[in-house]
């Protein structure tokens, strides 16, 4: 497995693999890798010739006072899991090799991909610039690149579906494949953000998935209108004293704009800041013809 720290190595080693005939795949990660990115990386093992996997914790997508100076840097661990798994590739660049002006040069980028509407609700209003900061890095991995798949997990959903809408609209011909959420075995979705919980605090970070659950019995039960579902969430995670909703919504789940009834296919997404860490979860409700 190589690992390169240059876009020169990188487009030196993807020239070679796709002179050879290779289906190129990207993971695209910021470290700190769990179980649910090595699922990705697992696929694009599975199912392309060539495995990229970039660690890059991007400065651009964190707001300031955001995490990007505690965010986990475990690159030792990380790269011993990619080879396990047979990732061809890493790619880790320094941050000056993504954004050559940082630091010196504020007016580096320039050039900045903005994804509108899809971005207009969920972590768009809670984390503003940080989907400009996803797509701009995101778009320049693929140019560096060039992969024919990339693989993206379903648990940062906004985040799939505004990756999905900057391919299409910006004609890159990669095809987006979303993996689903994998999660420990009491339910909570696997973060590289679960690492800053305490154990009380890992105790009630529970409650994301005990609110979506609770949704979901609703709607099998035969509720159609979203407040009261939303409100019975609230509910859920009002029970758990250092849980703090930043949001809870229902919203269609292309566009991912706001919906007031329940007509499948629509996502139910929250975001909870529990203790230090603000983490996020949703579920997808399906049409019943279409679940498996
Ligand atoms: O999901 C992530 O880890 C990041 O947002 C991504 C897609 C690697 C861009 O920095």
Same mark, same amino acid.
């Given at each position: 497995?190589?690992?390169?720290?240059?876009?020169?190595?990188?487009?030196?080693?993807?020239?070679?693999?796709?002179?050879?005939?290779?289906?190129?795949?990207?993971?695209?990660?910021?470290?700190?890798?769990?179980?649910?990115?090595?699922?990705?990386?697992?696929?694009?093992?599975?199912?392309?010739?060539?495995?990229?996997?970039?660690?890059?914790?991007?400065?651009?997508?964190?707001?300031?006072?955001?995490?990007?100076?505690?965010?986990?840097?475990?690159?030792?661990?990380?790269?011993?899991?990619?080879?396990?798994?047979?990732?061809?590739?890493?790619?880790?660049?320094?941050?000056?090799?993504?954004?050559?002006?940082?630091?010196?040069?504020?007016?580096?980028?320039?050039?900045?991909?903005?994804?509108?509407?899809?971005?207009?609700?969920?972590?768009?209003?809670?984390?503003?610039?940080?989907?400009?900061?996803?797509?701009?890095?995101?778009?320049?991995?693929?140019?560096?690149?060039?992969?024919?798949?990339?693989?993206?997990?379903?648990?940062?959903?906004?985040?799939?579906?505004?990756?999905?809408?900057?391919?299409?609209?910006?004609?890159?011909?990669?095809?987006?494949?979303?993996?689903?959420?994998?999660?420990?075995?009491?339910?909570?979705?696997?973060?590289?953000?679960?690492?800053?919980?305490?154990?009380?605090?890992?105790?009630?970070?529970?409650?994301?998935?005990?609110?979506?659950?609770?949704?979901?019995?609703?709607?099998?039960?035969?509720?159609?209108?979203?407040?009261?579902?939303?409100?019975?969430?609230?509910?859920?995670? *009002?029970?758990? +004293?250092?849980?703090?909703? /930043?949001? @809870?919504?229902? %919203?269609?789940? =292309?566009?991912? &704009?706001?919906?007031?009834?329940?007509?499948?296919?629509?996502?139910?997404?929250?975001?909870? *800041?529990?203790? +230090?860490?603000?983490?996020? /979860?949703? @579920?997808?409700? %399906?049409?019943? =013809?279409?679940? &498996?």
């Amino acid at each position: 497995m190589i690992i390169a720290q240059t876009i020169a190595q990188v487009r030196q080693n993807i020239t070679d693999a796709r002179q050879k005939g290779k289906v190129i795949g990207l993971v695209p990660t910021m470290g700190g890798l769990h179980q649910g990115h090595y699922s990705l990386i697992r696929r694009c093992v599975e199912e392309c010739d060539y495995t990229a996997v970039s660690i890059f914790v991007n400065p651009t997508q964190f707001a300031p006072g955001e995490d990007l100076k505690g965010y986990p840097r475990t690159f030792e661990a990380d790269s011993e899991g990619c080879k396990d798994l047979d990732a061809d590739l890493i790619f880790a660049p320094a941050s000056e090799e993504i954004y050559p002006g940082q630091g010196t040069d504020p007016s580096d980028p320039l050039t900045w991909i903005h994804v509108e509407k899809v971005t207009s609700h969920l972590c768009g209003t809670s984390r503003p610039g940080h989907f400009r900061g996803v797509c701009t890095v995101v778009a320049k991995l693929f140019n560096i690149i060039q992969p024919d798949i990339a693989y993206f997990g379903q648990k940062d959903a906004q985040q799939l579906a505004v990756i999905r809408q900057m391919t299409k609209d910006l004609n890159f011909p990669i095809e987006i494949i979303g993996c689903p959420i994998v999660r420990e075995k009491d339910g909570l979705a696997m973060s590289t953000r679960n690492k800053y919980l305490d154990s009380e605090q890992r105790k009630q970070a529970l409650c994301l998935n005990k609110a979506l659950k609770r949704a979901e019995e609703m709607i099998v039960a035969g509720q159609k209108n979203c407040q009261p579902v939303i409100d019975e969430m609230t509910k859920v995670i *009002q029970q758990y +004293p250092q849980a703090k909703v /930043d949001y @809870i919504s229902i %919203v269609d789940s =292309d566009l991912l &704009q706001p919906v007031t009834r329940i007509v499948p296919p629509v996502l139910i997404a929250l975001a909870v *800041q529990v203790g +230090p860490a603000r983490l996020i /979860d949703n @579920i997808l409700v %399906v049409p019943t =013809d279409k679940k &498996q």
